[in-house]
């Protein structure tokens, strides 16, 4: 037969081996040798520094050694989250189309008031018409914009 006799000195060696391996694991040396988070490495490489320039260079160094985790999946929409938001975009989509068509009546309106200002023959008027500027604020235009993308 070949089976081996375990002596017990074997198993002495064996129970130091196994306690010496729980204590250098990983997690035990966490901190013995330098900084194990984010927070240590600030707070261990930060003293004594008077310079903006060089707090700036430690904290980017620090953060490349433990950077931030991966942010959370975003949480999947209801149903009724999803029939709000399409809601709101119809609105968004309506309302952008009306002021895009008020919009271009202003600009026709002012094409033809320069027209009879620029084709007047004589007297001047005091002042020339003002312009046909947006009448659009531009996040109001961005954000209808973009809701009617969304529902095509």
Same mark, same amino acid.
């Given at each position: 037969?070949?089976?081996?006799?375990?002596?017990?000195?074997?198993?002495?060696?064996?129970?130091?081996?196994?306690?010496?391996?729980?204590?250098?694991?990983?997690?035990?040396?966490?901190?013995?040798?330098?900084?194990?988070?984010?927070?240590?490495?600030?707070?261990?490489?930060?003293?004594?520094?008077?310079?903006?320039?060089?707090?700036?260079?430690?904290?980017?160094?620090?953060?490349?050694?433990?950077?931030?985790?991966?942010?959370?999946?975003?949480?999947?929409?209801?149903?009724?989250?999803? +029939?709000?938001?399409?809601?709101?975009?119809?609105?968004?989509?309506?309302?952008?189309? +009306?002021?895009?068509?008020?919009?271009?009546?202003?600009?026709?309106?002012?094409?033809?008031?320069?027209?009879?200002?620029?084709?007047?023959?004589?007297?001047?008027?005091?002042?020339?018409?003002?312009?046909?500027?947006?009448?659009?604020?531009?996040?109001?235009?961005?954000?209808?914009?973009?809701?009617?993308?969304?529902?095509?």
């Amino acid at each position: 037969m070949l089976c081996a006799r375990i002596t017990a000195k074997e198993i002495v060696v064996q129970k130091v081996l196994g306690f010496v391996m729980v204590l250098v694991s990983e997690s035990t040396l966490a901190g013995w040798f330098g900084p194990s988070n984010y927070d240590e490495c600030l707070l261990d490489n930060m003293k004594g520094v008077a310079s903006n320039t060089a707090a700036v260079a430690i904290a980017q160094a620090c953060r490349s050694k433990f950077p931030l985790p991966p942010p959370p999946p975003p949480k999947p929409k209801s149903a009724e989250e999803l +029939a709000k938001e399409k809601e709101e975009n119809e609105r968004l989509c309506r309302s952008y189309r +009306a002021l895009q068509r008020k919009q271009e009546r202003a600009k026709e309106q002012y094409d033809n008031d320069m027209k009879k200002f620029l084709n007047l023959e004589g007297s001047m008027p005091s002042e020339a018409p003002s312009s046909g500027s947006s009448l659009l604020a531009p996040m109001e235009e961005y954000r209808g914009a973009n809701a009617c993308r969304e529902l095509q």
